[in-house]
Every structure is written in structure tokens, then in C-alpha cells.
């Protein structure tokens, strides 16, 4: 699950994206993409909403159909001032990195994956049959780590908590008094819910979040969101109360609105053109920024620079 940004998901600038400071429900739809075969839904990012807190993408994978052969397959790719977060409801990837990583995930299992300087990564077929379903988020990294070292880390477990009728895994952050493992490098959360029934969440007002369903239909508000949306639901509430009438998977995004305007193309986030420039130019040239990945898959190749067009 590589997220290659163009123009059609994001302008060639760099930009703030404005948080609502007050509680909202826009709904808006995710833009449908096909990445090695595999359909996506791409709820973020969007022309009118780049960010939810530090998070900067989000890729609805599936479900479709893995026969043993076809699966997901994407070669080694690039990426630097990000963090790759992969969560899967079915089916199972292969990850392999430049740091020597090689890790299948698998249903509740949360892969985390930081670029910093320079990473390349390549998410491969295991030969299993079955169904591929699951989500790949990004998370733009902050000043203060966007520079440094690559890492990677694999959680077996998360911790869970049940809220009347949901059941909530903790993919990154804190909620419901329940801490993940995982590592935060801006202050945001991002939880799986599972409901059948109703629920009422505790939410952070100093956060902005938004969700995202993966299955079902779920009630927010007066609204009903559903697979291939975004739903942006702004800061400054206490509580969030969610309804669904059919078993319903979605996950809710939640953050400090990040601290700078950025730049997404292709796999990168930076701030300037310059930088995404320099980037694209160590991956072709391949100078050693971004070290080999033991893949047998072919190398992706980097597409050139809106600006240079
Ligand atoms: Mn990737």
C-alpha cells in the first residue's frame, strides 16, 4: 500500500490546512484509485482537507479478491517525512524496508514504518488466498523527527477497550484510558472501532478528528457516513456519539492540528519544493539516501516533479 500523491489529490504547494475550531460534519467523497490492480478508496488527502492533526493520507485497500498469485505487489519506493501506518481487517502483506526489516502483518496487527531522512519499502503478495482488506495512513512527521533516522516497528497486540456496544483497539496514542505501544512523534490518536449498537467516545476538544468507515454504515450527528468518505468533524468536543444498526468497522483519526504548511508528492512530505527535488534525485540516482530493499520486485520509478513540468 504505497500512496504515489499527484496534483488530482493535492496542490503542488505547500499548505496550512485550516482545522474547523468548532464541532462539524463535512462529508466529503474519497477519490477512487487503482494501485497494482488493487482498487482504493483515498479519503486523505483532499483538496479541501489536507490533514487531520499529523495525520496526511489514508488509503481504503479493498476488499478484493487475493488468489494466491495476484495480491498486493509494490515494488520498492521511497519515502522521507512520514510515518507509514498499515492495519488490515483480512487478507496479509508482506513488508520489507531498507533498514533489513521483513515482517508479514496480519489482521489486528499494526505495522509502523518512519521514513525521517529516507526510507524504501516494498509491500509484497505471501501466496495467500483470501481477501485483502485493510487501510494504510500516513502521519507527516514534525520538525523535530523529520530529519533524523529511519525505524520501524511491528505490534503484535494492541490494547483494546469496550465502550458500550464498541469495541476499540488503540492503533497509535491514548484513549479510554488505554495507551498504545506505538511511537508518536505529534500529539494524535487513531483508534479501530468495532460497533454494533451505540456508543458514546470520549474525545479530546483540543483535537480535530475525523472517520473513516471500512465497513457498515455508521450515524454521526444527523449524518450517516459509509465506506468511500471522509467525514471531518472539527475540534472542541467532549464526546462523539456513534450508532449503527449492522456489525460496522471504522476508524477514527484525531490530533493537535499539525504545526507547518506541507508539501506531498509522490511518497514524500516536505515543506519545500526544493527538498521534494532532492529527494527525487537521490532515488534516481540512487546515491545511497535510500538504501537497497531485499525485494524481488522491481524498483518503482520516480515520476518527475509537477513544478519541473
Ligand atoms: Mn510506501
Redesign the pocket.
Known sequence: M?GPIQTEDADAVATLAQASLVPCIEISPSREAVIDGQSVRRALPQRGRRTVGAWCFADHIGPSPMDGATGLDIGP?P?IGLQ?VTWLLSGEVLHRDSLGSEQVIRPGQLNLMTAGNGVA?S?ENTGASGELHGIQFWVAQPEATRHGAPAFEHHASLPQVDIEDAHVTVLIGAFGGVESPARRDTDHVGIDVALDGQTTLPLRPDYEYAIVVLDGAVGVDSEVVTPGHLAYLGEDRETLTLSAQEPTRLVLLGGVPFEAPILMWW?FVGRTREEIDAATESWQQDDGRFPTVASPLERLEAPPTPWLK
Open positions: 504505497s519506493h519515502h507509514t519499502h509491500e511518497n
